[in-house]
């Protein structure tokens, strides 16, 4: 298993911009797929995006256009943009890894089908 460290969570406004870092332990970063999820208080984990090895992302609705993820892989990290940052965005973004490839962008979108995560990082945003 690879072993994620977030950070880059805080308080922010609304309409203001964070940028989240989560680093990967191991030599096999490339090949992994890395996912951004959320939980906000009383509500399940959920997808927030994910990238594959090749860079191909997807995106939860609510986030499209507003949400950015993207990885260096020479830094063995990803990273997830957020702009335009609503209240309802508040929530703890957990990083995850899995070194499953699967054919369909939707089975990322389920927190079951990754293996590590980081211990994850808080994100407020006031109104």
């Known amino acids: 298993q690879v072993q994620l460290v977030e950070s880059g969570g805080g308080l922010v406004q609304a309409g203001g911009s964070l940028r989240l870092s989560c680093a990967a332990s191991?030599?096999?970063?490339?090949?992994?797929?890395m996912g951004w999820f959320r939980q906000a208080p009383g509500k399940e984990r959920g997808f927030v995006a994910a990238?594959?090895?090749?860079?191909?992302?997807y995106y939860a609705d609510s986030v499209k256009g507003r949400f950015t993820i993207s990885r260096d892989n020479a830094k063995n990290t990803v990273y997830l943009q957020m702009n335009s940052l609503k209240p309802e965005d508040t929530a703890v973004y957990y990083c995850?890894?899995?070194?499953?490839?699967?054919?369909?962008?939707?089975?990322?979108?389920?927190?079951?089908?990754?293996?590590?995560w980081g211990q994850g990082t808080q994100v407020t945003v006031s109104s």
């Open positions: 995850a890894a899995t070194s499953t490839t699967y054919y369909s962008d939707r089975y990322y979108q389920d927190p079951a089908h990754f293996r590590s």
């Open positions: 191991g030599r096999t970063f490339s090949s992994y797929v």
């Open positions: 990238i594959r090895s090749n860079d191909n992302t």
